[in-house]
């Protein structure tokens, strides 16, 4: 037999959340959709087109893109080819908790255009110095590169030489219980690849830990923040567009 809660207790409850909430702002950290945004070089683009309906008298567009297009996550099966691997988790398969947490925004930046590896060393000095990561964070690592990001073709400078994580920091991260990790780059892998491969797609997604990609403003966000994203059900994406928000006491800078 299941109960139900008495209304004047959930109008209360709702009215603590909403009251808790409006000491907070919520911040975009997500870029704009618009034709000729960047992409990764072999990956498809991004179309939106009128499209006239004969008879309707409301507007639409065509909508053409990549479940990696903008700020998107990586679901496991983007980097799980064996259709029969248990760890092959799509895009529909996300929970809508599963980009939602604790934010850890580490300061790694700004990086040279001639791509840099952001190392374990790297990533144990910042905790060493703020906080250690703990398991169901969303870490953030801003490089500041989201400042080269702009229409194509300005906006290639944003596909030539970014800063991406190493296989050890990414190792790490997962071992330390983060759910996702997130950058402001085209890739969490650096741009040069520098004979590493895709070592920290690898060593995050078949683990089951997210990978978000494209995120824009890091800067703007205190070191710790509570963090949401959700990914849309696409049944079989191998990713996922999102609109990344976070939250932070209004007095902070955003």
């Given amino acids: 037999m299941t109960t139900t809660t008495p ?4 109008l209360s409850a709702a009215g603590l959340l909403v009251d808790t909430l409006d000491r907070y702002q919520v911040v975009d950290r997500s870029h704009r959709l618009v034709p000729g945004i960047p992409t990764f070089p072999t990956h498809p683009k991004y179309f939106l087109a ?8 409301a ?3 065509q909508l053409v893109m990549s479940d990696h297009s903008g700020t998107h996550v990586d679901s496991p099966s983007h980097f799980v080819p064996g ?5 092959r988790v799509h895009a529909h398969d996300l929970g809508v908790t599963s980009l939602i947490g604790r934010a850890l925004k580490l300061d790694l930046g700004p990086f040279p255009a001639d791509s840099h590896t952001i190392t374990l060393e790297d990533v144990q000095e910042w905790e060493r110095e703020h906080t250690p ?3 169901g964070d969303v870490v953030l690592l801003n490089t ?11 906006g290639f400078d944003y596909l030539r030489g970014w800063p991406g994580l190493s296989g050890a920091a990414a190792a790490h991260l997962r071992d330390a219980g983060a759910k996702a990790v997130g950058i402001d780059c085209i890739s969490i892998d650096p741009g040069d690849r520098s004979g590493a491969g895709l070592e920290a797609h690898y060593n995050l997604l078949p683990h089951q830990v997210l990978v978000l990609e494209n995120l824009t403003n890091l800067d703007a966000l205190p070191e710790v923040s509570f963090f949401v994203a959700l990914p849309l059900p ?6 996922s567009p999102v609109r990344a928000v976070a939250l932070v006491p209004a007095g902070d800078r955003a």
Avoid: I
């Fill in 144 to 154: 500041r590169w989201s400042q080269h990001w702009d229409l194509v073709p300005e």
């Fill in 83 to 87: 259709h029969d691997d248990a760890r």
């Fill in 234 to 239: 696409l049944v079989g994406g191998t990713g």
């Fill in 50 to 57: 009128p499209y006239p309906s004969m008879g309707d008298v």
């Fill in 59 to 61: 507007e639409f567009n």
């Fill in 7 to 10: 209304l004047a207790d959930q």
């Fill in 133 to 135: 990561v703990r398991p």
